[in-house]
Nanobody, 115 residues
Framework: QVQLVESGGGLVQPGGSLRLSCEAS????????MSWYRQAPGNQRELVAI???????NYADSVKGRFTISRDNAKRTVYLQMNSLKTEDTAVYYC?????????WGQGTQVTVSS
């Protein structure tokens, strides 16, 4: 059974930091590109960051220099370190896994940036 379980969301003040984690099970983690998406109310889900099986990464322009995606294949976990958070980063953050036509999603974790 495929599972992606996110954790680490919460309420943080502008300028603060959070680290999201996504633990995977039920598939060959090391083969998959792992990503973080987010969806704010009224908006479409958007790609935040992606890390490929070889370690290459890509980021949305809005988070470059502030967010870092990483993966630990031994722990079957992908991380998103978020620094210098802004109110516009408020959204539900989803972990995604993709390999060829296989796409899996986590249930999401809420990140709220507010003073």
């Amino acid at each position: 059974q495929v599972q992606l379980v996110e954790s680490g969301g919460g309420l943080v003040q502008p300028g603060g930091s959070l680290r999201l984690s996504c633990e995977a099970s039920g598939f060959t983690f090391s083969n998959y590109a792992m990503s973080w998406y987010r969806q704010a109310p009224g908006n479409q889900r958007e790609l935040v960051a992606i890390i490929y099986f070889g370690g290459d990464t890509n980021y949305a322009d809005s988070v470059k220099g502030r967010f870092t995606i990483s993966r630990d294949n031994a722990k079957r976990t992908v991380y998103l370190q978020m620094n210098s958070l802004k109110t516009e980063d408020t959204a539900v953050y989803y972990c995604g896994a993709q390999w060829i036509k296989n796409v899996y999603w986590g249930q999401g974790t809420q990140v709220t940036v507010s003073s």
